[in-house]
């Protein structure tokens, strides 16, 4: 059982935005950096965001990631049917002393 | 252009010993933690260690430690998960990934242990 929780699932129709929130906890999202990865069927995990905010080079611009607190977001706007796969938030935790990764978020483009 | 090239899938019976590999290049590999990443069928991702190539530090959490052993040969630029027994529960997709300025995962090994 993941201590970062998402929604399991989340969905929106093409060209609509939407968000997936991450909640943990102070040892973890309050007092280090959040990633954000998207995890398409048969391929290897993307990072989208790193350091809670930043996108790499080739991540669109319709990805954006925040965070408050104990807490993280990732939004997507203008949403496209190939945006549809599983999504991760992912926070170093102090007190285990390892990453750890979100439950995973389904998206749905309706 | 950075690169992780794992080892090909494995079928193995509980019990079993094994070795999957996972080969860098187009980086130092010496001077980057290496992480590995499970994912059970049908689960999310879970990250189980990492170890630092230059003097072989690892640190996992507690589900994997004891039960997997990390390892590296730098001569080869080669990170290795290991199993000496293994379980059904051990089937898996497993990745190994780096950060060298920009992360970048491996193609991802596939094991699975059945009788």
């Known amino acids: 059982q993941s201590v970062l929780t998402q929604p399991p699932s989340a969905s929106g129709t093409p060209g609509q935005r939407v968000s997936i929130s991450c909640s943990g906890s102070?040892?973890?999202?309050?007092?280090?950096?959040v990633d954000w990865y998207q995890h398409l069927p048969g391929t290897a995990p993307k990072i989208l965001i790193h350091?809670?905010?930043q996108r790499p080079s080739g991540v669109p611009d319709r990805f954006s990631g925040s965070k408050s607190g104990t807490s993280a977001s990732l939004a997507i706007s203008g949403l496209q049917s190939e945006d549809e796969a599983d999504y991760y938030c992912?926070?170093?935790?102090?007190?285990?002393?390892?990453?750890?990764f979100g439950g995973g978020t389904k998206l749905t483009v309706l | 252009e950075v690169q992780l090239v794992q080892s090909g899938a494995e079928v193995k019976k509980p019990g079993e010993s094994l070795t999957i590999s996972c080969k860098g290049s187009?980086?130092?590999?010496?001077?980057?933690?290496i992480n590995w990443v499970r994912q059970m069928p049908g689960k999310g991702l879970e990250w189980m260690g990492r170890?630092?190539?230059?003097?072989?530090?690892?640190n996992y959490i507690p589900s994997f430690q004891g039960h997997v052993t990390i390892s590296v040969d730098t001569s080869i630029s080669t990170a290795y998960l290991q199993w000496t027994s293994l379980k059904a529960s051990d089937t898996a997709m497993y990745y190994c990934?780096?950060?060298?300025?920009?992360?970048?995962w491996g193609q991802g090994t596939t094991v699975t242990v059945s009788s």
């Open positions: 990934v780096v950060n060298p300025g920009i992360q970048v």
């Open positions: 187009g980086y130092s590999f010496t001077n980057n933690w």
């Open positions: 170890i630092k190539p230059s003097d072989s530090y690892t």
């Open positions: 102070n040892s973890n999202i309050g007092n280090n950096k």
């Open positions: 350091s809670n905010d």
């Open positions: 992912a926070a170093w935790d102090d007190s285990l002393n390892g990453l750890l």
